[in-house]
């Protein structure tokens, strides 16, 4: 006879087949029931498409182009692309506008300004107005399976969503119990309003006047407007909207390499201009040396102190606490009227600027120095009631040399020494017709003042202010050519993490 034990497990033995029986049946039917969940939600999905069914002649894209040429030929390339993959589908074709050629206006970049002539021209036939900028790649057919999933017949305000990490200047410290909550687009992964929201919109800048003197940060500037302080519509994000091709399901992606047509500029055609003052000889330009210095091919140190040991050049302008226009025109007028003649652009930048001269020269190399060039990160003043756009001083200003002939040959000057440089360089070349050409590569502010996932798509130029950071850190981790540092390359990415 068997042991108890041994009894017990053979009695077990059919009802552990019949649990496994069991357990096999009950599995087979969970995926049953999972396959059909699955059909079920790809049939509501189809459902949708074909309830907000629309065509490509619905959609009317806008590039978000300028008018420098380097710029216009990116453009027109983007246009065609957009333009052959519709034609590919044999469907009407789409409108497709370049934002530069839509208006003379200053502030068309703005694109807010624009919304009530979108709203004329086109509400009757189109569904959608689609905003890219001119390195945004779009795959058509998977923009319109994307397009199809929303309500044309509704408000919508669709982009791929960054949040601020902590509060911050550039956003004049908005939502600063909890700056995640609000969100607002990256524009290089492309973003849309729909019709109807275009028209609501444009009854509202109708009553009443765009109220911001400044443009700083375009993209959450008009998100704020959308949602007009919680009685408007915040942004739908949208995963198919993307600036790294994460999957096929992208409809867009954003080429993030930095441009280079051509061999780079060298480096002894850029003369750069430091502007210091006698109070920060002694902590600021050792930074400056022990970091991006050694990149320059021409390099000077401007102050209101001549001191041999740097050596810095005494312009003749006393210093000032507020803005430095008499130090800067000095500086223009040096460079063009002493001993530079065969060197074709000009940088100027703070002693608390960070920047990469090595990247600075592969963007150069896109610009043609025949042409009046002002270059920088772009900022708006007054720009709904006739004002004028500027390159913010702190992440560097750029001039090609014919610019810079053409502003000291007007009678364009300070109307103070320590009048705003900048800006008064804005207005200046507002006047002469000559317009700011953007890059998002500079940067008025530190890192840590920018979303992680904007700057994980650029290859930046320049950052701006000491503050709060360790900048030989942030030099060596956001800026440094590799050749440079070959013995943090293992570490940098953690740095940006860290940072």
């Known amino acids: 006879m068997l042991p108890p034990a041994r009894r017990g497990r053979r009695l077990a033995l059919p009802a552990l087949l019949s649990l496994l029986t069991c357990s096999l049946a009950f599995a087979l039917v969970s995926e049953d029931v999972k396959k059909e969940a699955r059909q079920s939600k790809n049939l509501e999905k189809s459902d949708i498409s074909k309830k907000n069914d629309i065509d490509l002649k619905?959609?009317?894209?806008?590039?978000?182009?300028?008018?420098?040429?380097?710029?216009?030929?990116?453009?027109?390339?983007?246009?065609?692309?957009?333009?052959?993959?519709?034609?590919?589908?044999?469907?009407?074709?789409?409108?497709?506008?370049?934002?530069?050629?839509?208006?003379?206006?200053?502030?068309?970049?703005?694109?807010?300004?624009?919304?009530?002539?979108?709203?004329?021209?086109?509400?009757?036939?189109?569904?959608?107005?689609?905003?890219?900028?001119?390195?945004?790649?779009?795959?058509?057919?998977?923009?319109?399976?994307?397009?199809?999933?929303?309500?044309?017949?509704?408000?919508?305000?669709?982009?791929?969503?960054?949040?601020?990490?902590e509060s911050t200047i550039i956003h004049h410290y908005a939502f600063s119990e909890n700056p995640t909550v609000f969100k607002y687009p990256d524009l290089a992964a492309g973003w849309a309003l729909s019709i109807p929201l275009v028209n609501k919109l444009t009854k509202r800048l109708k009553s009443?006047?765009?109220?911001?003197?400044?443009?700083?940060?375009?993209?959450?500037?008009?998100?704020?407007?959308?949602?007009?302080?919680?009685?408007?519509?915040?942004?739908?994000?949208?995963?198919?909207?993307?600036?790294?091709?994460?999957?096929?399901?992208?409809?867009?992606?954003?080429?993030?390499?930095?441009?280079?047509?051509?061999?780079?500029?060298?480096?002894?055609?850029?003369?750069?201009?430091?502007?210091?003052?006698?109070?920060?000889?002694?902590?600021?330009?050792?930074?400056?040396?022990?970091?991006?210095?050694?990149?320059?091919?021409?390099?000077?140190?401007?102050?209101?102190?001549?001191?041999?040991?740097i050596p810095t050049v005494d312009l003749g302008i006393p210093n000032t606490d507020r803005g430095h226009c008499g130090k800067t025109f000095a500086i223009l007028e040096r460079f063009l009227n002493h001993s530079h003649d065969k060197i074709p652009w000009l940088v100027i930048v703070d002693d608390d600027t960070l920047i990469s001269i090595s990247r600075l020269r592969h963007l150069l190399s896109c610009y043609d120095t025949r042409e009046p060039v002002f270059l920088g990160e772009r900022y708006g003043y007054g720009l709904g009631t006739g004002g004028y756009s500027y390159v913010t001083g702190g992440g560097g200003m750029v001039f090609s040399k014919e610019a810079i002939r053409r502003l000291l040959a007007s009678k364009c000057r300070c109307y103070s020494n320590d009048a705003p440089d900048d800006m008064v360089l804005g207005m200046c070349f507002s006047g002469l017709g000559i317009p700011v050409t953007h890059s998002p590569l500079f940067h008025q502010a530190r890192p840590v003042d920018y979303p992680k996932d904007y700057l994980s798509h650029q290859v930046p130029v320049s950052f701006h202010k000491h503050w709060n950071i360790d900048p030989v850190k942030v030099y060596f981790t956001w800026l440094a050519p590799d050749e440079e540092d070959r013995a943090r390359q293992q570490s940098r990415r953690g740095l940006r993490e860290e940072l």
């Open 208 to 309: 009443e006047s765009l109220k911001s003197d400044f443009t700083i940060d375009l993209k959450h500037e008009i998100a704020l407007y959308i949602w007009d302080g919680g009685d408007g519509l915040p942004l739908t994000p949208v995963p198919e909207f993307c600036t790294d091709i994460v999957g096929s399901s992208c409809a867009t992606s954003f080429q993030s390499s930095l441009p280079l047509c051509g061999n780079p500029v060298k480096k002894e055609d850029i003369f750069v201009a430091v502007k210091t003052c006698k109070k920060f000889h002694g902590d600021r330009i050792p930074i400056v040396k022990q970091t991006w210095a050694g990149q320059a091919g021409h390099l000077e140190y401007y102050s209101d102190y001549a001191d041999n040991s």
């Open 58 to 165: 619905e959609i009317v894209f806008v590039i978000q182009s300028q008018s420098n040429s380097f710029h216009v030929k990116k453009a027109e390339q983007l246009k065609q692309s957009i333009l052959k993959q519709s034609a590919d589908l044999t469907q009407e074709m789409p409108t497709v506008l370049l934002l530069h050629q839509l208006a003379q206006q200053e502030g068309a970049w703005t694109i807010l300004p624009l919304l009530p002539h979108f709203s004329v021209t086109y509400s009757r036939n189109s569904s959608w107005i689609f905003f890219c900028e001119e390195d945004t790649r779009i795959q058509i057919v998977q923009l319109l399976e994307t397009l199809r999933r929303y309500d044309p017949s509704k408000e919508w305000f669709l982009g791929k969503a960054l949040h601020d990490e």
